[in-house]
Structures are given as structure tokens and as C-alpha cells.
DNA sequence: GTGAAAGCGCTAACAA
DNA sequence: TTGTTAGCGCTTTCAC
């Protein structure tokens, strides 16, 4: 290693055509897998580019296409502080893209409307977008749709959800199940060895999210921790109202429930829910996604950990993966993957992180 | 919002000249800030580009200036597994990088040798050079050579451990005052309300790391946890031998250390020494970074938790603020902070995280 | 089937 | 102090 020695000067198109002795235009559709040249040629062509190892600019390759890109983010229309953030994060993203030629806009659908997401997903015109990301449930209709558009050459990215049976282009999110043992092991470490039950606030039967992050909260509540019986969850739709309604009667007699593992949004509803109803001894509350709300309860000792998934790498991600698919260029799989955030009170990151610029 | 509109076409150099009445050369010299141009010119370009809205495309300028990037890492060449995670992460987005003309090396400096580091600051060559990463400490002789280095228009960046004083261009790492208030969290919250004494391992004294580590579990312990003893550092200089041999001293009689904080590296002098002298009750253990032999002693709960920071996105990170920092660009500051992760067994992600490409 | 030439948006000699 | 012009590496008409 040591000091970088001169740079070695990367072979270009010019290269290629002079060693292959054709032109570059015929260099350009060997490039481009298009149609028109003599299978010799086409040979003579790649036989060049392995021996320079000639690896494409892709800027300037964009440039002289004078390609734009034009990217979608399809998000419920629900009062959810995540998915506000993640608004945020696209608009914020999306003056920084402009100079690479890239557009970023938002489109909200109703929420937790299968029915109203896939026709909006239908209602897509295919050329005038090259890529969407989507955060909605996995049913039959939202699948078909997205297959659709995706059969159309559109990149579709699951986001946060996965829809695995749509076939969609990638998916942009932690691993849920992960998510929920790792919720579970947080849960049983806090509550230590006494005896007693823990409530479980869910969204909807239809996010394959939420059911990912029971999945996993059981399995390990089960197996490690089986001194801490789990109840039969909240449905709470991501409704603060309607989890504020629902909780009173989930929570049993006083003392009853030692823990609570608020799995999906709407976590207004429980601490409203807290505050109206302070229980003698504070549960142990372990709730998702980090957001102002969130961030105030675990500063309080209301929360006892948050477990997230940062709005940011989910909008950079899915741009640079949508992006990779139209280049047909190769992604960086590790650094795709979106981490499951743990956060206590002590590792919050800055309050100012949505100071953006230098 | 709705579905995107066609992309109004972004002026270009070309708009301005034609607004701003003036040649194109005069616009680039403007827009790179270059001298020789009156002021009533200057004003009279940058009003177009006002007027205009203009976002330069950074693409097409560094493929007309046929810039390229030449980036170094300069980390201490120590028996290390997160430095040696770091090095092959440099490896590994070397080959995607030459894509975009940057160039990044690696080059180890003896270890815990300030002088040895300085002098090889100091022998770098400014010319040859548009940016250096250097993990070391924070010593006068160190910080003076980067000054120096700084000084000559190279863009340097603290990796792992700030190094202030020395004027840096930015600091690259997690906050590790915030990263030991994280762990001494968790140890009390796993320990529970008996009482105890948990032991520290430090690596040394001059780095910086280690010291704001010690200070915030320290900070924590006391506040939160008084039931638990702190015990002065082992100071192990991240050497598993080292540490080895200094633990069975340090852990006293049986019994009596119920916590250990690894704050540094070098885990396989204490795994060796757990092994060879298995405790009767295990203690709650907390070490930093995560490597191979860190994960495995989660999996197998030897470990309790992990914190850590992402060797890729340190070096990600870096590099881009090295970039930045050289076309005089803006930054996304969310982006570059550095979570401080904490991994239990259940969320750490998949060992194939190595695996690149698409 | 193949090639010559113009041009994407920007920069940098070299003139004037 | 300012302008002209020739590229950077790649794509894309439009001829041959």
C-alpha cells in the first residue's frame, strides 16, 4: 500500500474501439446490449473490454443520455409521526437530488385501504416514472398491481412492509421478526426474574410488518422469558383515539400488566392512555420508531427503549437502489441492509438531526 | 404532489451566460469563485443565477475536469479485528469508487505510538494526496503533523477518535461519551438491584475514545446505579495478551465482579481468560464493536450486548466528507452521524453482511 | 451492419 | 478583465 501511486488512467469507449478496431458507435450498442451488430463484431467487442478492464462511467454515460430520473413514494395518509418523517426526508432529499438529475415527490393514499392503494398503484403512468416505493399492506389486489407496474419496467420498492409476493424490485427495511426479538429480549432482561404479563399493542392483521414483530416477540418471550405470559394484542390500528379507547380495558386490573410492547404507531393513544391512568408501578415500555413523541417518552423514563429504523437510509436507500435498477448498475447489499435501531435514553442521536447542509 | 410532472429542464451554464450577458468562462469563473473578474460582473452572474434557480451538475463537472480523488487511511497496525474490518471495508469500496475517479488506500502506522504517527503524517505528500482519515490519539505531535498536513489543502478526518485540537475538517465516529452512558445503561438495567461491582477494561490512556467511554459509564453508573461499584480501569492497551494476564488480578475473589464494561478492543484476552477461569455465575458482560469473535460470544451469550459502530459507514462517511470537502459541496449531516448501534443476539445482522454486489 | 460527427453540462487552455 | 474553443466519456442521430 503507502502513498497512492499515479492513477492508472481507466480505459474509455475510445479504447475499446481501437483495440477492437470498430467504431464507437458499434462499441456503444455492444455497451447496450442493442440490436444491429454481427455476432463477431459483438465478440470482438467484449473480447476488448475484458482485456482493458474497462469498467463504464456512469455519469458521464447519464449525461450524455440526459437521463432524468423521476421517483415515487407511495405513503398512507394516516396522523403517523414516522411517516411524516419520512416526508420530510424525501422533500429534504429531493433538493439535493435535483443535481443528479434525479426528482423525488410523495403521494399520500388512504390508509389501511388495500382497495384505494392498489388503485392508485394502477392509476400510475408507467412512462413518466421509473420507480416507486411503496409502504402498504400485502393483499392480493395491492400484489397484482405492483406486479403490473413492474411488468411495465417501473422499479418498485416495498418499503418498511415487504410484499414479497408482488415481486417487487427490492425491499427497503429492517427485518421485522428480528425486530420483535429483539423487543422481547429487551422485555425480559428489564423485567428480570418476577412473575406477570405482558400487552402487546399491534396495527392491523393486514401489515405483514406488525405480524412480523409479534412473530418474533412471541418466539422469544416463549423460549426465554416464560415466567412473562404475552396477551393477545391490541388491535389498534395505528389509531391513537382508538388505542386510547381499547387500552383500558387491555390493561386489566392494577398491576396486572408489568410490560408493554407498543408494536406499531399511534403511540399518542398509550401515553394518553398512561398519563389519564397512572398505573402505581411503571410497566416496562418498549415501543417502535423513533420520532419527537417517542424521543420525549424515552427522555422521560416513560419508554424504556425504542426500537427504529432510520427515515433517512429508508428514502437514500430506496433512491439509490431504484437508481441501480434503471443503471443496471450494482448495489452495495451491506450497506441497503437498514439497521434495527435499539435506542435508550443515553444513545439518542442529537435533537438537531433535521439540520441538514453543512 | 400527485404523480410527477415533466421535469421542467434545469438551466445550465449556458442559461446564465445568455442571461447574465457574459461568456462561459466568465460563469465558471464566477461559479468556482476563481479571481479575475470585476465585481459589477460577478454580481451581475450570480443574479441570473438566482433568477434562474441554477444547480450546478456535479457529474458533468468532475467529467470535465477529469478530477480525481485520492484518499488515504492511515490506521494503526495493531492485532485488531474492527481495524481490520475497516481496511477491508476500504478494500471493498475501492473497486466500486474507481467509478466515480476516487482512489482509496490503506496504510498502518505502528500502534499506541504517537511519534511513529506523526512522522508519517508528516512524510505524506500534499501533492500527491486530496485527502487523508487517520485513527490515532491526541497527542501534541499528532495533532501539530495534521495542522501541518491540513494547512497544505488536504482535507483531514478523525476516524473513530476526534483528534479537535488539531483543526480536523471533520470528525468521523460515533459520540463516545454517549456510547459509555449507552452501556452503563444496559448494565444496570440488566444487572438488576443487587448489589456489585463491575470492572472497566480500557485500552490507554492517550486515546480519546477510551477516555470520554470511561467518563460517560462512569457518569451513568453513579447517577443511576449507585448500588453498583465501578473499579478503576484495566488499562490494556487493546491487547488480548495484555489483558489476559492483568484479568485474573483484577477480577479478584470469585464473586465479586458481577459486571464487565470491554470499552476497548482486544475481547480475546478476555474471552481466553473467561474460558480458562469460568466463573461460577456468569457476569452481565458489555464490549464494543462488533466482530467476528464479538458476535460469536453474543450468539453464544457470553456476551450480553455489544455496542458499535459501522465499519462501512465509517468509511462511506469519510469518504464523502473527503469529497465534499474538495469540490466544496455540501454535506448531509444526518447522514454522516454515526449511530452508536447496540446489538443484542436478536438483532444482529446477517454474518453475510460481508457479501457485496448485487 | 457500421461509422462519422454532434452534443450532454461543465472546465480549462489559450487568446484577445 | 473577458471570450473562444476544445475537450471529459458516453450516447445518438443520420449517413453509408
Known amino acids: 500500500m503507502g502513498t497512492p501511486d499515479d492513477p492508472p488512467a481507466n480505459p474509455t469507449v475510445n479504447d475499446i474501439a481501437r483495440v477492437a478496431r470498430v467504431s464507437l458507435a458499434t462499441v456503444d450498442r455492444v455497451l447496450n446490449a442493442r440490436p444491429g451488430v454481427r455476432q463477431i463484431t459483438v465478440e470482438r467487442v467484449h473480447q476488448a473490454i475484458a482485456e482493458l478492464g474497462y469498467v463504464r462511467d456512469t455519469a458521464a454515460a447519464n449525461l450524455a443520455r440526459g437521463r432524468t430520473y423521476r421517483f415515487l413514494f407511495l405513503l398512507p395518509a394516516a396522523r403517523n409521526e414516522f411517516i411524516d418523517l419520512i416526508e420530510r426526508e424525501v422533500s429534504d432529499l429531493a433538493a439535493g437530488l435535483k443535481r443528479d438529475r434525479t426528482q423525488i ?41 405492483i406486479a403490473r407496474l413492474n411488468a411495465q419496467g417501473v422499479a418498485v420498492i416495498s418499503l418498511i412492509s415487504d410484499i414479497p409476493s408482488s415481486g417487487r424490485t427490492a ?82 386490573a392494577e398491576g ?58 429508508l428514502v437514500r436507500s430506496a433512491v439509490r437502489i431504484m437508481r441501480a435498477d434503471c443503471d443496471q448498475s450494482p448495489i452495495n447489499l451491506a450497506q441497503e441492509r437498514i439497521r434495527t435501531d435499539i435506542y435508550l435514553k443515553e444513545n439518542l442521536p442529537p435533537e438537531t438531526g433535521l439540520l441538514k447542509g453543512a
Do not use: W
Not at 111 to 133: K, Q, R, Y
Not at 275 to 283: K, Q, V, W
Open 105 to 145: 415527490t410523495c403521494q399520500r393514499v388512504p390508509a389501511f385501504d388495500p382497495m384505494a392503494l392498489a388503485d392508485a398503484v394502477g392509476a400510475l403512468d408507467a412512462t413518466a416514472l421509473e420507480g416507486v416505493a411503496i409502504f402498504g399492506p400485502e393483499t392480493p389486489s395491492v400484489r397484482d398491481s
Open 256 to 313: 396486572e400488566i408489568c410490560g408493554i410492547y407498543a408494536s406499531a404507531a399511534g403511540n399518542a393513544g398509550l401515553l394518553q392512555h398512561l398519563e389519564r391512568n397512572p398505573p402505581l408501578r411503571a410497566p416496562v415500555i418498549i415501543a417502535h420508531e423513533l420520532t419527537p413523541l417517542s424521543r420525549a417518552a424515552l427522555t422521560a423514563g416513560v419508554f424504556d427503549a425504542v426500537i427504529s429504523q432510520d427515515a433517512g437510509h
Open 171 to 252: 425491499y427497503v427495511g429492517i427485518d421485522n421478526i428480528a425486530a420483535g426479538r429483539t423487543a422481547a429480549q429487551l422485555m425480559g432482561r428489564f423485567l428480570g426474574p418476577a412473575e406477570g404479563a405482558v400487552l402487546v399493542i399491534t396495527g392491523s392483521m393486514l401489515a405483514r410488518d406488525h405480524l412480523e414483530r409479534r412473530l418474533g416477540f412471541d418466539e422469544v418471550m416463549a423460549r426465554d422469558f416464560p415466567h412473562l405470559k404475552v396477551r393477545a394484542s391490541v388491535e389498534g390500528r395505528d389509531d391513537p383515539d382508538l388505542i386510547a379507547r381499547l387500552l383500558p380495558h387491555a390493561m386489566g
